[in-house]
């Protein structure tokens, strides 16, 4: 058996070395030499696994950027709103409290002109204001 496997092995070993030419016009990334094969899968291997590695990092990368952009954009939305709501509030209560001002201010000059009015036509004396007309210092 292990001079059958040996015999086996021989001929494989010469085949290689008798079409080595044709065998690397065949696969010309199979090289005569293992070691040189070997680094050649190593380096490629690396280069996928870099690859695959960097673009999950730049996904990774720019979901967080988004989520991060989106926070604050929400949070800056929502303080803006606040802050316009404040400020209209605060607006319309300055309006109203102005204008009961105005109409509270109004009311009271009404008022005391009617009770100027009225003590001064009650204290009229038509008589006495036609004398005074006339009256020659």
């Known amino acids: 058996m292990i001079i059958k496997l040996g015999i086996i092995t ?12 044709e065998i690397t016009t065949l696969f010309p ?13 190593f380096n490629n291997l690396n280069a996928k696994i870099t690859n695959s590695a960097e673009n999950r990092l730049d ?21 803006g709103d606040k802050l316009v709501e ?27 002109s009617k009770d ?4 001064e036509v009650s204290n009229f004396d038509p008589f006495s204001f036609i004398q005074n007309i006339f009256k020659i210092d």
């Open 10 to 21: 021989a001929v494989l070993i010469l085949g290689g070395m008798m079409f080595s030419t």
């Open 86 to 112: 404040n400020v209209n509030e605060k607006i319309s209560e300055g309006i109203t409290e102005t204008g009961d001002n105005i109409k509270m201010g109004i009311i009271e000059s009404g008022e005391s």
């Open 116 to 119: 100027i009015l009225a003590n």
């Open 59 to 79: 996904t990774s990368i720019d979901k967080t950027i988004q989520s991060v952009s989106d926070s604050v954009y929400e949070g800056i939305t929502e303080t």
């Open 29 to 41: 990334n199979t090289s005569a030499s293992l070691t040189d094969s070997l680094k050649n899968d």
